[in-house]
């Protein structure tokens, strides 16, 4: 199995950008789809972006698109969130996780770091 462990998260005005990383430990990063998931408070957990093993593939949702980058370095074991032009709907845990059948299915999870955008 993998352990993942994000960083990166914090307070930001409106406009701002911050730059998420996912360290990924155990068995190898890239025998892993990737993905970043978060959930605001009161909400249900909504998949940001992902990103197949090689990288070649990604998937955003509609309202990130053009925004956020998802990307990943497998030599490095580690899979980061470029996120641009945030905004306060933004704000929410964002998770880390990781699977082994589709792009958007996950059986491991990090232990999520807060993002705040302020208006």
């Known amino acids: 199995q993998v352990q993942l462990v994000e960083s990166g998260g914090g307070l930001v005005q409106a406009g701002g950008s911050l730059r998420l990383s996912c360290a990924a430990s155990g068995r190898t990063a890239s025998d892993y789809y990737m993905g970043w998931v978060r959930q605001a408070p009161g909400k249900e957990r909504e998949i940001v972006a992902a990103?197949?093993?090689?990288?070649?593939?990604?998937y955003y949702r509609d309202s990130v698109k053009g925004r956020f980058t998802i990307s990943r370095d497998n030599a490095k074991n580690t899979v980061y969130l470029q996120m641009n032009s945030l905004k306060p709907e933004d704000t929410a845990v964002y998770y880390c996780?990781?699977?082994?059948?589709?792009?958007?299915?996950?059986?491991?999870w990090g232990q999520g770091t807060q993002v705040t955008v302020s208006s």
């Open positions: 996780a990781a699977g082994l059948t589709t792009i958007v299915n996950y059986d491991y």
């Open positions: 990103i197949a093993r090689s990288g070649a593939t990604t």
